[in-house]
């Protein structure tokens, strides 16, 4: 319930944004009318409330349900020994500077260093709102075409590296039991002798009208406990196995959640590249998308969010 909330305070806090921005344009168009402000004041609000525009309508078209996670990204490198482990360091700090832009808390959970230079791979955790949603579109083969370094002869080399990017699904899961669902059956519990036997109602039945939050399938669920001879505890462990069973529910679904995502990922083959960057061009182009730039230098400082937006505009409602 709390996550719920939280997750709807997130859009209302940014449309609040937008609305803000856009009251504040009405305001200075009003003052340029009369004089009162410059065309440059004008000019850079309608800037500031189209990206603030933008930047909502980008946010829509993560309406997954793991999009608001944290994501875990593992860098691989491809075959090509130092040059390969190089670009594959290349991309490591290009996305622990787009973490570092957006606010992102980077944790390096394992990494294995290469022979001579940059490293063979690397698993980082990137932890902040919609982390997963935003970078899942780096998942798959990165291509680098440049002048080798490493190469004595100064040729152009082709090197690769895999990429791939799963939510951090959070292991808190809320448990919630609305009480105008349940109703009690008592009956004589059964058992080898003794005075309340047959005589005292202690077993209880709990039946739950549970509706399936994500499908909205209504089906009862029953639970009969006759632990104790006392029919108050008897609910009391009754109520906690429903909780048990409503648990193991949201857990199956979140697994099913994280099958889905695994299945819908590209498969990474050298040759099945999602993005090339080509140095000596200086582009760099998305074959999904087709969106390119020619700024390599503030792609590698981690400026990929034209990237990210293209990917999610074309394929974010899927």
């Known amino acids: 319930m709390l996550q719920s909330i939280k997750a709807k305070k997130t859009w209302t806090a940014a449309y609040k944004e937008v609305s803000d921005s856009c009251d504040d344009l009405s305001v200075i168009n009003e003052f340029y009318e009369n004089g009162e402000a410059t065309e440059e004041e004008l000019l850079a609000q309608i800037e500031t409330t189209k990206k603030k525009v933008e930047?909502?309508?980008?946010?829509?078209?993560?309406q997954g349900e793991s999009d608001r996670?944290?994501?875990?990204l593992a860098i691989n490198a491809?075959?090509?020994?130092v040059e390969a482990q190089d670009w594959a360091e290349m991309l490591m700090r290009m996305y622990m500077r787009y973490a570092e832009t957006h606010n992102y808390k980077v944790a390096i959970s394992n990494i294995l260093d290469g022979e001579g230079a940059g490293i063979k791979s690397v698993?980082?955790?990137?932890?902040?709102?919609?982390?997963?949603g935003y970078l899942k579109s780096e998942t798959g083969v990165h291509r680098l075409v440049r002048v080798s370094p490493f190469n004595a002869q100064g040729k152009r080399m082709t090197s690769f590296a895999?990429?791939?990017?799963?939510?951090?699904?959070?292991?808190?899961?809320?448990?919630?039991?609305?009480q105008s669902r349940i109703s009690w059956d008592t009956f004589r519990s059964g058992g080898a002798g003794g005075q309340n036997v047959n005589k005292v109602e202690s077993g209880v039945r709990l039946r739950y009208q549970y509706k399936d939050p994500y499908t909205g399938v209504e089906e009862e669920i029953l639970i009969e406990n006759t632990e104790t001879r006392d029919q108050p505890k008897n609910k009391e462990n009754a109520l906690r196995l429903l909780r048990s069973q409503l648990y193991e529910r949201e857990m199956k679904h979140r697994m099913e959640e994280q099958a889905k995502i695994k299945a819908t990922q590209k498969k990474i083959e050298w040759g099945s590249q999602i993005r090339s960057y080509v140095m000596d061009d200086r582009r760099v182009k998305d074959h999904r998308t087709n969106y390119q730039t020619g700024d390599v230098t503030g792609v590698m400082d981690g400026k990929i969010d034209n990237f990210i937006k293209a990917y999610l505009m074309e394929f974010g409602g899927e």
Do not use: C, W
């Open 55 to 62: 930047a909502l309508e980008l946010k829509n078209m993560l």
């Open 69 to 72: 996670f944290d994501a875990v």
């Open 78 to 81: 491809g075959a090509g020994g």
């Open 123 to 132: 698993t980082m955790q990137i932890e902040g709102e919609f982390a997963y």
């Open 162 to 178: 895999s990429v791939s990017v799963t939510p951090l699904v959070d292991d808190t899961i809320e448990v919630v039991v609305e």
